[in-house]
């Protein structure tokens, strides 16, 4: 059976969303690196235009905080 899965390039890396979430009424992606799976990020979504875009998080807290939600759902 083979599966969609979206792909984000990043610095001309093909990452797969392998989750998203939403906290504090945004949403976010866990991005992996299919080919090196130490290779991960987390990204905001954000719309502009009704086109999705991949952007940085706004601190470092933000990003443990995400992280946390992401473990505690696995």
Do not use: W
Request: proline share 1%.
């Amino acid at each position: 059976m083979e599966k969609d899965y979206n792909v984000v390039i990043l610095d001309g890396v093909e990452y797969t969303e392998i989750d998203r979430l939403k906290h504090n009424n945004n949403s976010y992606i866990l991005l992996s690196n299919l080919d090196n799976p130490r290779d991960f990020c987390i990204k905001k979504v954000i719309i502009d235009n009704n086109e999705e875009y991949a952007v940085q998080l706004d601190s470092e807290e933000e990003f443990r905080d995400i992280l946390n939600l992401i473990a505690l759902k696995y």
